[in-house]
């Protein structure tokens, strides 16, 4: 038997191999469509929610957000883009270290860094990025600043995955670049991503603890 579309023989369902595939390919497109709009559609009904802390830990750290962090859009004001993060910064390491074991009680992931200023105090910053920190975020703390909540919505409405996806290649190179000394911010510039996911990848995957 051969092909009904292009005369060839026949490679599993009445179609040649290179027409299959195409098949099944846009069946799966479209069952991750599908999949997507669901997703939406669940975000949207989340957002309109109006989600106010349920645990003093969230309360805390609502309070001390509002005070003492941001959360970025990824394109600025000035048309350069920015990556998306909540970042939580003070002078005061008690604050920072409080805030930290927190958002561990809360299960939402972070990344520490601590930034040198010349003839004060160094900085240390709480730096938390991916949608799914972004949803725990809304769902356990949120923010009473309405600038601050509409980018968080914005954040989480708007936040593509697909732009950049963990594959063997991307692995391999993140760990090359880190034997090279690379720091995570530079790694993650080379390869078009934030700083916390080369941070969170050699966590979970490389050095687990």
């Avoid at 179609?15 to 669940?42: F, M």
């Avoid at 802390?53 to 805390?60: A, C, D, I, S, Y």
């Amino acid at each position: 038997m051969k092909c009904p579309l292009c005369n060839r023989n026949i490679y599993a369902k009445g179609l040649c191999k290179k027409h299959y595939e195409i098949q099944r390919l846009t069946k799966r497109k479209k069952e991750i469509h599908l999949a997507k709009l669901a997703k939406l559609e669940k975000l949207q009904e989340l957002l309109t929610q109006k989600i106010e802390p349920k645990t003093k830990e969230g309360m805390w750290l609502q309070g001390f957000a509002d005070g003492e962090g941001s959360i970025s859009l990824p394109i600025t004001k000035t048309g350069g883009h920015a990556s998306r993060v909540i970042a939580l910064h003070n002078t005061d390491s008690a604050l920072i270290k409080k805030a930290c074991q927190y958002l561990d009680k809360l299960g939402i992931d972070y990344h520490v860094k601590t930034r040198i200023m010349i003839n004060k105090k160094p900085i240390q910053i709480i730096f938390i990025s991916h949608q799914e920190n972004f949803i725990k975020w809304y769902q356990k703390i949120s923010f009473t600043s309405p600038k601050k909540l509409y980018r968080l919505k914005e954040n989480i409405k708007n936040y593509n995955r697909a732009k950049f996806s963990w594959n063997n290649k991307k692995q391999l190179k993140t760990i090359e670049l880190r034997k090279q000394n690379y720091t995570y911010y530079k790694i993650g510039k080379m390869l078009g991503c934030s700083e916390h996911t080369i941070w969170t990848f050699f966590k979970k995957y490389i050095s687990p603890t």
